[in-house]
């Protein structure tokens, strides 16, 4: 696997080192030692699907607070996504700002978001499969979002969502004091 790191530190683009013989191709898809060789100590607890019928559906911003705080690797396994990790670590030098990434089935790559980053997603074709890697068991209940459309963060989607959730409509938006400290309503 290639990782590649982007602009928010922890989050990576990871890209498949494809075996190409007459039948197609064979590659590693996740290995903790790989993970860790790239400065990533990531264990994979439990792994969901989602299935994504309309393109242009939009799921997120999601993230869950410490001592929950989840570490996720995302794939498309059908279609593709456009990926967004939003920094929401007060301390870090690109708080607040965000990464994007298309990924798609086709190519089989991935991006890791970790502890302390806001996730979502919009797809880019219709019956978009999305698989998320997690580093922590699901616990009802401590799930937590930021709108994906907050002027405070400004992400720049390639569309309008044509779907996308009550609840994920419904978070706060961030109330971002002058000082660009902690925002209150995180
Ligand atoms: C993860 C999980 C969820 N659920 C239930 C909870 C909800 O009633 C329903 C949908 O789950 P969630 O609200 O997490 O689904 P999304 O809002 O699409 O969020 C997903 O997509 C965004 C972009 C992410 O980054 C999240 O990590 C990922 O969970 O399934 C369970 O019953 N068990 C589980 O393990």
Same mark, same amino acid.
């Not at 013989?21 to 590659?27: I, P, T, V």
């Not at 979502?120 to 699901?138: H, I, S």
């Given at each position: ?76 396994? #059908? =279609?593709?996504? %456009? $990926? ?8 870090? !030098? ?5 990464? +994007? &990434? ?41 799930? #937590? =979002?930021?709108? %994906? $459309? ?8 390639? !569309? ?5 959730? +009550? &609840? ?19």
């Amino acid at each position: 696997m290639r990782f590649t790191p982007t602009k928010i530190a922890g989050v990576f683009h990871i890209e498949l080192e494809p075996h190409r013989d007459e039948r197609g191709f064979f590659a590693r898809a996740y290995c903790t030692e790989e993970f860790a060789q790239a400065g990533i100590d990531f264990v994979s607890t439990q792994i969901n699907l989602s299935r994504n019928t309309a393109q242009h559906t939009l799921r997120g911003m999601h993230y869950q607070d410490a001592p929950y705080a989840e570490a996720k690797v995302i794939r498309s396994v #059908r =279609g593709a996504i %456009y $990926d967004v990790a939003v920094d929401l670590r007060p301390d870090s !030098a690109t708080y607040l700002q965000w990464t +994007a &990434q298309r990924l798609s089935a086709e190519r089989g790559d991935a991006m890791f978001i970790p502890e302390g980053c806001a996730h979502g997603f919009l797809t880019l074709e219709a019956e978009t499969d999305v698989l998320y890697q997690m580093g922590r068991p699901y616990v009802p209940g401590q799930a #937590r =979002g930021l709108r %994906y $459309d907050d002027p405070a963060i400004a992400i720049a989607w390639p !569309a309008s969502p044509a779907v996308i959730g +009550a &609840q994920d409509l419904a978070w706060p938006l961030l109330q971002v004091a002058r000082s660009s400290q902690k925002p209150s309503s995180l």
